[in-house]
């Protein structure tokens, strides 16, 4: 598997963010006229770790999760979501090792909707 279907499979199958936005979780944008609530998901940059010898097997990345919604207290309840599944994804995959940054707020009035966005730092052996 690769990162991106891992965090897909982890995060859009935990259990409080399907309650609020079922399989509405999305690589990079939002469909046209999206139903509500919703969540994008996308890697925004990465490293390797590499000694003298080659490649060591262990990469970090930073990912961003967007949470759209109708209302301010959605859209933080749904990222509120999002970070209970990064922090619980070492203990289902020991391979990851998951580190969150605060949600900010980003809101889109022209769009008559909200939106929170946080990123992470994300550790794994390959």
Known sequence: ?????????????????????????????????????????????????????????FAK??????????????VEQVINEVISALAAWHGADPKYTVFPNTPQDFPEPELSRFRMTMDAMVSHKE
């Not at 999206?34 to 925004?44: C, E, G, K, N, R």
């Open 61 to 74: 990345f930073r990912i961003q999760f967007d949470s759209y919604g109708s209302t301010p207290d959605e």
């Open 1 to 57: 598997m690769t990162v991106k279907s891992d965090v897909k499979l982890h995060v859009g199958n935990w259990p409080g963010l399907v309650k609020k936005i079922s399989t509405r979780l999305y690589p990079i944008t939002l469909p046209q006229e999206p139903t509500l609530p919703a969540v994008t998901y996308f890697i925004l940059a990465g490293t390797r770790d590499f000694a003298h010898d080659g490649d060591l097997g």
